[in-house]
């Protein structure tokens, strides 16, 4: 038996190697195999004379097949078959013999074998909230690892690893976070560590900001896409100058993020996409002055909203109050309606807004000389039930329709086909809004009450040419929406229950909810 360090790793390697073969008889047939391949080619040595003369390394006892009986192990092996094997980072082929089953167990060892066999999975997008996060670690890093090379005395040192510790720890809340800074041997000095925490900060803000652009503004959401590229591409040429030649795992999200989003939503990113046009690091400072710009654009947009909605809020309540008792006493009511209405075109909503729309549809249904408001206090009114009715879309200078993407998807789906409505008295203005709305071939409006009789339900919805029903919850009535909802199992129509009023994005946004299953292989 061999003495010294061989005998050491003999006796550390045998109880790992008996523990594996004992639970993978597939390692243990392939480990075999290897066995007497590496013994094939001592052989030669060995009858030169030239070998040492060492006992040889004792051999784990596996046994090849436990079930098999003895008439079949004894039977002549055939030919050995070549195996792709990975010893290291070297790939190399061995002749593996052995009855049938062996040579099949070994083949399906192989790594070669298994990266076929393995299936494809769906790109996963990287989470640039989470890529985000991680590069604001990664610039406190870059500054906390540079401290830790300055510090000349024992305390300086002391106080620099702790704050290394802290963000060490800190780096386990975040999935696949690798501070390379930390490295025992990163030649990396101060200078460049300080060079690169900027462009760190920068991409993490640039994630953030391309989070949170609005996609529906195409222009907008094309900038956020160019300041991502950019500030990617600064990162991958800062690790560069470090003479840093492994790729950075958040730069790498952020590319490939941008290169699947740009193709699929056709936005062309004419720099900083290539290897040929990196982004210049040293202009860090320039590029987060438009990225905080940005962003602060996005705060501003966000305050607009915000404070829009509950104008909208305000708007819609006191709108309620009039519409609910004309009759009434109503002229706080139309002073709120007037002044909010008149605040809105601040926040970014207009005459044939759909949440202006939505917020005053009560009130729109009432007949005008029962609004009770002053000749000069119509106006707002009068403008948005005119946007309402109008034919075509608002001309050149008029304030354009804000539509949601939900209309958009159901539109796709209901395109010259036709719909019934259930509920209230219909309303040719806002029939047309929603036949407009989803490119409707026809809306049939089946006008009911609370106490209304419900014979014309159920024709309309066996109508073959039905592709949906929608009944307005508030207009209808229990016993018109049990009827409804019955006829509709019958024919085999889906029904959408409306809690609140039949606007469009509304309609919509209750279709998805409801109803997208029955439109899923539209």
């Known amino acids: 038996m061999p003495s010294g360090p061989e005998q050491d790793l003999i006796s550390a390697l045998q109880p790992i190697l008996r523990r594996v073969c004992e639970r993978d008889p597939d390692a243990a047939r392939l480990m075999s195999a290897i066995g007497r391949w590496l013994a094939a080619i001592a052989e030669p040595t060995r009858a030169n004379g030239t070998a040492e003369t060492a006992d040889p390394l004792p051999t784990p006892t596996v046994p090849d097949r436990i079930d098999e009986p003895a008439a079949i192990?004894?039977?002549?092996?055939?030919?050995?078959?070549?195996?792709?094997?990975?010893l290291g980072d070297a790939s190399i082929s061995v002749p593996v013999s052995?009855?049938?089953?062996?040579?099949?167990?070994?083949?399906?060892?192989?790594?070669?074998?298994?990266?076929?066999?393995?299936?494809?999975?769906?790109?996963?997008?990287?989470?640039?909230?989470?890529?985000?996060?991680?590069?604001s670690l990664k610039a406190l890093a870059c500054e906390a690892a540079a401290a830790r090379q300055e510090a000349g005395t024992p305390e300086a040192r002391s106080r620099a690893q702790e704050r290394v510790d802290r963000l060490l720890d800190a780096r386990h809340a975040l999935p696949d976070c690798f501070l390379w800074m930390f490295l025992p041997d990163s030649r990396v000095t101060p200078a460049d560590l300080r060079a690169m925490k900027p462009c760190y900060e920068n991409l993490a803000l640039a994630?953030?900001?391309?989070?949170?652009?609005?996609?529906?503004?195409?222009?907008?959401?094309k900038r956020a896409v160019e300041l991502l590229a950019e500030a990617q591409s600064?990162?991958?040429?800062?690790?560069?100058?470090?003479?840093?030649?492994?790729?950075d795992r958040d730069q790498n999200d952020a590319f490939f993020w941008l290169r699947r989003v740009t193709e699929a939503e056709r936005i062309y990113v004419q720099h900083y996409m290539r290897v040929g046009d990196p982004a210049d690091p040293g202009k860090h400072a320039d590029l987060r002055a438009?990225?905080?710009?940005?962003?602060?654009?996005?705060r501003e947009g966000d305050n607009r909203a915000r404070e829009g909605a509950k104008l909208l809020k305000k708007l819609r309540y006191h709108a309620a109050q009039i519409a609910n008792a004309p009759g009434g006493e109503h002229a706080h009511d139309w002073?709120?309606?007037?002044?909010?209405?008149?605040r809105l075109g601040d926040h970014g909503i207009v005459p044939g807004d759909d949440r202006l729309t939505d917020a005053l549809e009560d009130l729109l249904r009432l007949p005008e000389e029962k609004w009770g408001a002053a000749e000069e206090s119509r106006g707002v009114l009068r403008s948005v039930r005119e946007l309402i009715a109008a034919e075509e879309a608002p001309g050149v200078g008029a304030p354009a329709?804000?539509?949601?993407?939900?209309?958009?998807?159901?539109?796709?789906?209901l395109r010259g086909k036709r719909a019934v409505l259930i509920g209230g008295e219909r309303y040719p203005h806002a029939a047309q809004r929603i036949q407009r709305a989803f490119g409707l071939a026809e809306l049939h409006w089946i006008e009911l009450t609370e106490h209304g009789r419900t014979a014309p339900i159920d024709p309309p919805i066996a109508d073959p040419t039905t592709a949906v029903v929608w009944a307005v919850i508030k207009l209808s009535g229990h016993l018109h929406l049990d009827v409804a909802a019955q006829a509709c199992r019958t024919y085999g129509r889906p029904l959408v229950r409306?809690?609140?009023?039949?606007n469009p994005s509304q309609i919509a946004a209750q279709t998805i909810e409801q109803a997208s299953d029955a439109f899923a292989s539209v």
Do not use: M
Request: with cysteine; hydrophobic share 45%; charged share 30%.
């Open 73 to 86: 192990t004894a039977k002549p092996e055939p030919p050995a078959v070549p195996v792709r094997l990975k």
């Open 98 to 135: 052995g009855t049938h089953e062996e040579i099949l167990a070994a083949q399906r060892a192989s790594p070669a074998s298994a990266a076929i066999e393995q299936p494809r999975t769906a790109w996963v997008p990287p989470d640039l909230a989470v890529v985000a996060q991680r590069c």
């Open 207 to 221: 994630c953030g900001i391309v989070e949170r652009a609005p996609r529906k503004d195409a222009a907008e959401f």
């Open 234 to 247: 600064a990162v991958r040429r800062a690790l560069e100058n470090a003479w840093l030649s492994e790729t």
């Open 290 to 298: 438009r990225l905080e710009t940005f962003e602060r654009g996005l």
């Open 335 to 342: 002073k709120v309606v007037v002044e909010s209405a008149a």
């Open 401 to 413: 329709r804000v539509e949601s993407l939900n209309v958009a998807r159901v539109r796709d789906w």
């Open 498 to 502: 409306l809690p609140g009023g039949y």
